[in-house]
């Protein structure tokens, strides 16, 4: 017996029984494989076996059942699948510069000392959660005025901006923004 089924049968999956019939090979149908005693056509030219009728196989379908397909076909199909790249990648690269641009801009209008203070401002992240930044009673003002926005990169990176660099960004990369109504 094999690894496999010892192990099924170990875990209480298959019963000794299924084990057993699964190790020996299936039997054969009858008339087939030279059991009859009459030889590969035993005088039966097919007829009778499918009610006086030969069945016709479609000649487009191998044994398989799945349809051939011809080479313009795959050549086609092949276009298609590097146009449907192409196109994907294009997609991509817009938000990659929208991204950039965002990020330069971040860097741009970052407050230069946001002080870690006593107030903790609340705000959602791109991934769903809540936290929190310690800042000085004037950025929690500012934050809470809409004078300072906080925005956040697709990494993860939280900055301090100020409004107007926020309304500017806004305008191209609105993802970027975390408590901002621009």
Known sequence: MSDMLEQLLKAGIVSKADADRAAKPPPRP???GGDSGRG?????????RHGGKRQQRGGDRP???RPRVSAAERAASARQAKASAEQAAQAQAPANERDIRAEVAV????LAETGRGPK???FEARDGTVPAL???AKVFDGLSGGALVVAESPEGERSIITGDAA?????Y????LRNSDL
């Not at 590969?40 to 009778?48: A, C, F, L, V």
Request: charged share 25%; no cysteine.
């Open 173 to 176: 990369a609105p993802l970027w």
């Open 107 to 110: 860097a741009a209008a970052r």
């Open 63 to 65: 044994r398989g059942g």
């Open 167 to 171: 309304a500017a960004i806004g305008q």
């Open 120 to 122: 903790r401002w609340y």
């Open 30 to 32: 009858p008339g087939r």
């Open 134 to 136: 310690d800042v000085s």
């Open 40 to 48: 590969r056509r035993g005088g039966n030219d097919g007829q009778q």
